[in-house]
Structures are given as C-alpha cells and as structure tokens.
C-alpha cells in the first residue's frame, strides 16, 4: 500500500499491477514536463509595505512566506498571494475581496468575519504555458491516480503545490459571496455563519466542517465532499449538490427548498424538521437517514434510495416517488396526500396512521406493510401488492384496488366503501368487520377468507352466495 495527502488528510492507494507501471512511466515524463513551477517571488517592496502599513491592495505577494503572521483588518483586496503561506495567520476581519490566493497555505489560520468577496481559493496553475489539470478534487485524484501504480513523489509534492489548503481554518462568519474554491481543502474548517452564497465549492472537501447557520443560496457543491459535516440551520435553498458526498452529516433543520440533490449521498445523514420544497432528490441515497419531520411537498425523489430511514411525520405531499425504495421504513404518521409511488417499493415499511389521500400507489410493493389507520381515501392502489400488510382500520374509501393482491392481508374493520376492487385476490384474508358497502367486486377472489361481520350492502359484482358460512 501506498498514500498520498496533506497531513491529516491523506487515502491509502493500491498498487497497480505491473502491466500498468511501464505505462505510469511513460506518463510520468510528459507529466512532469508541465509541473515545472515558474520562478516568482513575491514583489520585496510590497512585502514590505504590509509589514509596515497592514496594506496591500493590489500587491504582488505571490508565495509569500507571511507563517503566523498577525494580518488582522488587513487591506489586501486584489493582492495576488497565490501559494502564500499563511499557516497559523491571524487575518480576522482582512480585507481579502477578490485577492488570489489559488494554492495559499492557510492552515489553522483564522479569518473570522473576513471579507473574501469574490476571492479565488481554487486549484493553481503553476505553469501558465503548461497549466496543470483543475478538474480533480481530492478523492478523484487519488482514485484516477491510484489506478495508475505507487504514487511517484512528483504527483505528492504537485498536489500539495496546487490545493489551496484550508483545513481547521476559523472562517466563522466570513464573507465568501461568490469567492471560487473550487478543490478546496477545507476539512475540519470552521465556516459557522459564513456567507457563501454563489460560491464555487465544486470537488471542495469538506469533511467534519461546521457550517451552522451558514448561507449556501445557489451555492455550487457538486462533488463536494461534507461527510460527517455540520449544516444545522444552514440555509442552501438553490444550491447544486449534484453527487455530493453529505454521508452521517448533520442538516437538522435546513433549508434546502429547490435545492438540486441528484445522485448525492446522505446515508445516515440527520436531517430533522428540515425543508426540501421542490427539492430533486433524483437517484439520492439516504439510506437510514433520519428525516422525522422535513417536508419535501412537490420534491422530486425519483429512484431514491430510503432503505431503513426514519421518516416519522415527513411531508410528502405532492412528491414524486415513483420507483423509490421505502422497504423497512418508518413512515407512521407521514404526510403523502397525492403524492406518487408508483412502483415504489415499500416492502416491511411502517406507515401506521400515515396520511395518503388520492396518492398514487399502482404496482407498488407494499407486502408486510403496517398500514394501520392509514387514511388511503381515493387513493390509486391497482395492481398494488399488499401481501400480508396490515390495514386494520384503515380508511380506503373510494379508492381503487383493481388487480390487487391482498392474500393473507389483515383488513380489519376497514373502510372500503365505494371502493374498486376488480379482478382483486383477497384469499385469506381477514375481512372481519370490513366495510364494502356499494365496493365494485366483481371477479374478486375471495377463497379461505374470513368475512365475520363483513358489510357486503349493495356491493356491486358480489356473489353471496359463493361467500362460506362462518
């Protein structure tokens, strides 16, 4: 085995097998002819001027060495500090509005209530008539390379070269509006109350950062890395997190409305009383996440992967769930009022009480479901599998089971007045007490099921006679 990283931050790499080394070699000498690092010092004179004054709009300071240097209310807007290294700066309050600071060195640097409008904390070029690759970002990085062989100690040192490094960094309430830290290392960093809002975080890695309270409005974090991230109260309402890893983060009570989630990951993910109206949530793993309480009314979650999640109280309505996977999820008292599953897959799930009037459930598989109490008024359930679910005291008036598989299914005291029943397989079932007052029967199987007390009054279809005596 072999690794690569900064510090903390660094990923095992497999070695690739012998076949592809000749080819690593090869590579490796075109590679390294465009990672030769241009010669360029910072401007003495300016170096000077903010040892002196505390300011520098405009300067030169490239790959200044400024280590714990005490930059506070600094005036460096438009300064170039590309590659600076300003591990342990205190540049608290630092006017830093469109500064360069591509490859800066800002570990455990702190930058509270810094103005970094428009800056540029991205990937450097360190080459202008060889630029280096930008699209990577940490995890990418090493994967693409890994597949490559052992990491040569030119790819180590150019990765350390061109990532601005921002790890346990203090931005608490900064001011990032649309600054560009595109590949970021920004894990651990402290980002509470920040102001982030059409920022470029795409590939940013951000595991373990606190963004409380932090504002990401139309943010851009596709690919962004925020495993185990805090974003209590966050606010990323239009936000592009496209195939964001968000795995065991924390999003209690965020405000995600709009917000595009697509293909992110949120497995385990805590995600309480947050709102995601008209969020698209499309292909979204958010495997045992918790999400008792959020509200997703008209959100797309198409193909959504929500195995095993905690979904007390969610709201629904008006959500697209066709071919969502729900099987053994908690959903008592969920909120699906018109909202569509079809083909959803909800095998063992728990939606005791849940509220799904006029909802769309045909072909769903809801085998094993705890349907108990559950208002399914109007709903469309036809050609829906409900194979030994529970609807005791259910209410299914009107609603359309046509083509149903019901066998072995508990329909206790349960409301199916008015309800269409066509071509259903209720065999065994327990129909005790169960309402079909004026339900449309016809073709309806009703072999080995328990009807005690069963209310057949102008039920259309039904044939009394076939009906065995108790």
Same mark, same amino acid.
């Given at each position: 085995?072999?690794?690569?990283?900064?510090?903390?931050?660094?990923?095992?790499?497999?070695?690739?097998?012998?076949?592809?080394?000749?080819?690593?070699?090869?590579?490796?000498?075109?590679?390294?002819?465009?990672?030769?690092?241009?010669?360029?010092?910072?401007?003495?004179?300016?170096?000077?001027?903010?040892?002196?004054?505390?300011?520098?709009?405009?300067?030169?300071?490239?790959?200044?060495?400024?280590?714990?240097? #005490? $930059? %506070?209310? !600094?005036? +460096?807007?438009? *300064?170039?500090?590309? @590659? =600076?290294? /300003?591990?342990?700066? &205190?540049?608290?309050?630092?006017?830093?509005?469109?500064?360069?600071?591509?490859?800066?060195?800002?570990?455990?640097?702190?930058?509270?209530?810094?103005?970094?409008?428009?800056?540029?904390?991205?990937?450097?070029?360190?080459?202008?008539?060889?630029?280096?690759?930008?699209?990577?970002?940490?995890?990418?990085?090493?994967?693409?390379?890994?597949?490559?062989?052992?990491?040569?100690?030119?790819?180590?040192?150019?990765?350390?070269?061109?990532?601005?490094?921002?790890?346990?960094? #203090? $931005? %608490?309430? !900064?001011? +990032?509006?649309? *600054?560009?830290?595109? @590949? =970021?290392? /920004?894990?651990?960093? &402290?980002?509470?109350?920040?102001?982030?809002?059409?920022?470029?975080?795409?590939?940013?890695?951000?595991?373990?950062?606190?963004?409380?309270?932090?504002?990401?409005?139309?943010?851009?974090?596709?690919?962004?890395?925020?495993?185990?991230?805090?974003?209590?109260?966050?606010?990323?309402?239009?936000?592009?997190?496209?195939?964001?890893?968000?795995?065991?983060?924390?999003?209690?009570?965020?405000?995600?409305?709009?917000?595009?989630?697509?293909?992110?990951?949120?497995?385990?993910?805590?995600i309480t009383n947050a709102d995601f109206n008209g969020a698209i949530l499309v292909?979204?793993? /958010?495997?045992?996440?918790?999400?008792?309480?959020?509200?997703?009314?008209?959100?797309?979650?198409?193909?959504?992967?929500?195995?095993?999640?905690?979904?007390?109280?969610?709201?629904?309505?008006?959500?697209?769930?066709?071919?969502?996977?729900?099987?053994?999820?908690?959903?008592?008292?969920?909120?699906?009022?018109?909202?569509?599953?079809?083909?959803?897959?909800?095998?063992?799930?728990?939606?005791?009480?849940?509220?799904?009037?006029?909802?769309?459930?045909?072909?769903?598989?809801?085998?094993?479901?705890?349907?108990?109490?559950?208002?399914?008024?109007?709903?469309?359930?036809?050609?829906?599998? /409900?194979?030994?679910?529970?609807?005791?005291?259910?209410?299914?008036?009107?609603?359309?089971?046509?083509?149903?598989?019901?066998?072995?299914?508990?329909?206790?005291?349960?409301?199916?007045?008015?309800?269409?029943?066509?071509?259903?397989?209720?065999?065994?079932?327990?129909?005790?007490?169960?309402?079909?007052?004026?339900?449309?029967?016809?073709?309806?199987?009703?072999?080995?099921?328990?009807?005690?007390?069963?209310?057949?009054?102008?039920?259309?279809?039904?044939?009394?006679?076939?009906?065995?005596?108790?």
């Amino acid at each position: 085995m072999s690794s690569i990283g900064v510090g903390k931050d660094t990923i095992s790499v497999k070695p690739a097998p012998t076949f592809l080394k000749t080819l690593v070699l090869g590579i490796s000498l075109l590679i390294t002819q465009g990672f030769t690092h241009a010669t360029h010092a910072a401007n003495p004179e300016h170096l000077e001027q903010l040892k002196t004054t505390n300011t520098c709009p405009q300067c030169d300071l490239t790959d200044a060495d400024l280590t714990n240097a #005490n $930059l %506070q209310q !600094a005036e +460096l807007s438009g *300064a170039n500090l590309k @590659g =600076a290294i /300003l591990t342990g700066a &205190n540049l608290n309050q630092a006017n830093l509005s469109q500064a360069e600071l591509n490859g800066a060195k800002l570990a455990g640097a702190t930058l509270a209530r810094a103005n970094l409008r428009e800056a540029k904390l991205g990937l450097r070029e360190l080459d202008a008539d060889n630029p280096l690759p930008s699209q990577v970002e940490p995890d990418n990085l090493y994967n693409t390379l890994s597949w490559l062989g052992y990491f040569p100690a030119f790819i180590a040192n150019w990765y350390a070269a061109v990532v601005t490094d921002l790890r346990d960094t #203090n $931005l %608490q309430g !900064a001011d +990032l509006y649309r *600054a560009n830290l595109d @590949g =970021a290392l /920004l894990s651990r960093a &402290n980002l509470q109350d920040a102001q982030l809002d059409y920022a470029n975080l795409v590939r940013t890695y951000l595991r373990e950062a606190t963004l409380t309270n932090a504002n990401l409005v139309s943010a851009d974090l596709r690919n962004a890395n925020l495993t185990d991230a805090q974003l209590e109260v966050a606010d990323i309402r239009s936000a592009d997190l496209r195939g964001a890893k968000l795995n065991n983060a924390n999003l209690d009570t965020v405000n995600a409305d709009s917000a595009n989630l697509s293909g992110a990951n949120l497995s385990q993910a805590y995600i309480t009383n947050a709102d995601f109206n008209g969020a698209i949530l499309v292909r979204t793993t /958010l495997r045992e996440a918790v999400l008792n309480g959020s509200n997703f009314q008209i959100a797309d979650l198409t193909q959504a992967n929500l195995q095993g999640a905690q979904l007390k109280g969610i709201g629904f309505n008006r959500a697209n769930l066709t071919k969502a996977n729900l099987e053994g999820a908690d959903l008592t008292n969920a909120k699906l009022a018109i909202a569509d599953l079809t083909n959803a897959q909800l095998t063992g799930a728990i939606l005791h009480s849940a509220y799904l009037h006029s909802a769309t459930l045909a072909n769903a598989n809801l085998s094993g479901v705890d349907l108990q109490g559950a208002q399914l008024r109007e709903a469309n359930l036809s050609n829906v599998t /409900l194979v030994g679910a529970t609807l005791e005291d259910a209410n299914l008036i009107r609603s359309t089971l046509t083509g149903a598989n019901l066998t072995y299914t508990n329909l206790t005291r349960c409301d199916l007045r008015g309800a269409n029943l066509t071509g259903a397989d209720l065999s065994y079932a327990n129909l005790t007490q169960a309402n079909f007052s004026q339900a449309v029967l016809m073709d309806a199987s009703f072999q080995g099921a328990n009807l005690s007390d069963a209310n057949f009054k102008s039920a259309i279809g039904f044939n009394r006679y076939a009906v065995p005596r108790q």
